[in-house]
């Protein structure tokens, strides 16, 4: 019998509505829904693991075949360099990946030579910036990137937007929306023809719930 299929659930802000969706196609998991801080759960039921990742970790565990499928933003999609389907828009998890600056700095600095820029992901600003044939320097930061502008690190920074109010509350406003990412469904190459039958069902079944 083959082994089951392995599904990375991003923990974090996406994590409840990710299980959502699959308690809605009958993988629902009362253990993973009760605050437990196991990292792996097999379905009684069916031939199902659910394994529990940091959001942006999703595409390598699917990317290396140690998932079959999993759910994570296409903002992190554009960040990884994996190879991978990504078959499926599931709509929520919306938010804007901009440039943002402090109000009125592009008055004094229109342009963005030579200009620094503050971001957690670095790979979709370098290509932002380069497809518009610009030089910048890129400061890799973790978190908390709002920040940079307001003590100098970067004059502007590419981050995520949702409801504005982080920049509306560090008095930053948006430059230029880069794109708008929603959560998407990926799946492993090898597993998509190894296993076509039985993620084709699931991806159909998921996408009926949409
Ligand atoms: N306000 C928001 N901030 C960040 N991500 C958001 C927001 N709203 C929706 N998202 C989506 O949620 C996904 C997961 O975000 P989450 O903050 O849980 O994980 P993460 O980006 O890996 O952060 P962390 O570094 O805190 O683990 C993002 O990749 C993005 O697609
Ligand atoms: O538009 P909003 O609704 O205010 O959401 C956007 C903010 O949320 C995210 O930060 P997060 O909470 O993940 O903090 P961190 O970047 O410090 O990890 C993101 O990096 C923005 O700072």
């Known amino acids: 019998m083959s082994r089951n299929l392995v599904i990375a659930l991003p923990k ?8 959502k ?21 097999h379905l009684p039921q ?47 998890g919306g938010c804007d990946v901009v ?3 402090p109000e009125g700095f592009s008055r004094q600095h229109p342009g963005y030579n030579g200009t620094t820029i503050g971001t957690k992901m670095v790979n979709v600003a370098e290509r ?11 400061i890799k930061l973790y978190g908390s990137i709002e920040l940079a502008p307001l003590v100098k690190l970067a004059h502007r920074v590419v981050d995520i937007v949702e409801t504005g109010e982080t920049l509306r509350q560090n008095g930053l406003v ?3 929306t880069i794109f708008h990412s929603t959560c998407r469904v990926i799946v ?23």
């Open 12 to 19: 974090g802000r996406i994590q409840e509505e990710s299980m």
């Open 21 to 41: 969706i699959f308690e809605k196609i009958g993988f629902g998991c009362e253990e993973m829904f009760s605050g437990s801080r196991k990292l792996i759960f």
């Open 46 to 92: 069916q031939p199902v693991t659910f394994t529990i990742v940091r959001a942006q970790d999703v595409p390598t565990y699917v990317h290396h075949g140690a998932a079959d499928i999993g759910i994570c933003g296409k903002d992190t999609l554009e960040e990884s360099t994996c190879e991978l389907y990504e078959p499926l828009d599931l709509g929520f």
């Open 99 to 101: 440039v943002a600056e």
């Open 128 to 138: 932002f910036f380069a497809n518009k044939g610009v030089d910048v320097e890129i």
């Open 174 to 176: 948006v430059k230029e």
């Open 188 to 210: 492993n190459r090898n597993s998509m023809k190894n296993r076509h039958r039985q993620i084709e069902s699931v991806l159909e079944q998921m996408h009926q719930q949409l």
